[in-house]
């Protein structure tokens, strides 16, 4: 248990190098008890920032490896919303958004106040347009996690709905909100970057990718 908790401590500072010392945390946690479910669901979190936000796995692994992870979650607690919710995130990134849906609808089902499932939720709606349901989805999650280690990425998702919206001003706004309280995501200095420059705002953009 201590482990895991100096773990999610890493996992939230959300950068590259803290998400290797949590994933390393999180696999001495397995060592020493196998069947701790929700240390496999927080290795599966670190696989997938690995592939999708730092680039430091090669995506296709780094998100097979996130879907081990989760699916044992899963298998060892089979009523745990966040293990579900953690699946359902796992499943979207590889595209499969049908049976992330379903997923994130049972961890609901399970358990209404799980914020990993408003965030999974959210993210997945987002990601199939209906942009403006996916922010109250993270709206609640943040509400109910305000010191969640996903707040950064959830703040990053906001910011890239109203990109996808070609809200690109909006954008900017969120996404410098979300990096003033975060500095080191790199992520969301893409989104800037890219929203920027949808705006002709050049120097300002190229100096966000040299951020990311």
């Avoid at 900017?172 to 890219?194: C, E, G, I, N």
């Avoid at 705006?199 to 300002?204: D, K, N, S, V």
Wanted: glycine share 8%; proline share 4%; aromatic share 8%.
């Amino acid at each position: 248990w201590e482990l895991y908790q100096r773990g999610m401590w890493h996992l939230g500072k959300a950068d590259a190098a803290r998400n290797d010392e949590a994933r390393g945390l999180f696999e001495r946690a397995i060592d020493r008890d196998p069947m701790f479910a929700a240390a496999h669901v927080a290795l599966s979190l670190t696989w997938l920032r690995a592939g999708t936000h730092y680039q430091t796995t090669p995506l296709d692994e780094a998100i097979r490896l996130a879907i081990v992870h989760a699916r044992k979650g899963v298998e060892l607690d089979p009523g745990n919303a966040d293990a579900q919710a953690q699946l359902a995130k796992a499943l979207s990134s590889r595209g499969d958004m049908d049976n992330a849906l379903v997923i994130a609808r049972h961890a609901l089902s399970a358990n209404p106040n799980c914020a990993q499932a408003h965030w999974a939720m959210g993210a997945i709606l987002i990601g199939t347009g209906r942009t403006e349901e996916g922010r109250q989805a993270l709206g609640v999650f943040a509400r109910l996690s305000p010191r969640d280690p996903s707040i950064p990425v959830a703040h990053g998702l906001i910011a890239i709905s109203y990109y996808f919206e070609r809200d690109y001003a909006r954008c900017v706004d969120v996404a410098r909100r979300q990096l003033s309280a975060h500095p080191s995501y790199a992520l969301t200095y893409r989104w800037l970057a890219a929203a920027l420059g949808q705006l002709g705002r050049t120097e300002e953009a190229r100096a966000a990718l040299e951020k990311s």
